[in-house]
């Protein structure tokens, strides 16, 4: 069974950076794309990125494009999202997603992904 586990939230100012993990385990298959998700109060979920097995590459929303970034320990089980030049609309819950091979669709669709974390908060103050 697929377990997913973030953590790394926390509070910081508008300006300041942050990074969240999500340790992975019990894999017997190889991913298709693993992604971070986020959800503020009284907003649907939306992709934030996303990074694919093969071939190697990443997916950003346009609102995080050159300040976040997405990527993987040298094993392949921990996914990580650094967060930089925050400011208050990324304050969220932010969750890590596990999409299996098999499974298709664009990155940012979040009914294709089969595992879920249960989310780690960000807050970001002004």
């Known amino acids: 069974q697929v377990q997913l586990v973030e953590s790394g939230g926390g509070s910081v100012q508008a300006g300041g950076s942050l990074r969240v993990s999500c340790a992975a385990s019990?894999?017997?298959?190889?991913?298709?794309?693993l992604a971070w998700f986020r959800q503020a109060p009284g907003k649907q979920r939306e992709a934030v990125a996303a990074?694919?097995?093969?071939?190697?590459?990443?997916y950003y929303a346009d609102s995080v494009k050159g300040r976040f970034t997405i990527s993987l320990d040298s094993a392949e089980n921990t996914l990580y999202l650094a967060m930089n030049t925050l400011n208050t609309e990324d304050t969220a819950m932010y969750y890590c997603?596990?999409?299996?091979?098999?499974?298709?669709?664009?990155?940012?669709?979040?009914?294709?992904?089969?595992?879920w974390g249960q989310g780690t908060q960000v807050t970001v103050s002004s």
């Open positions: 997603a596990e999409r299996p091979r098999g499974f298709r669709g664009t990155w940012d669709s979040a009914g294709t992904y089969k595992y």
């Open positions: 019990g894999h017997t298959y190889t991913w298709n794309s």
């Open positions: 990074i694919y097995y093969e071939p190697r590459s990443t």
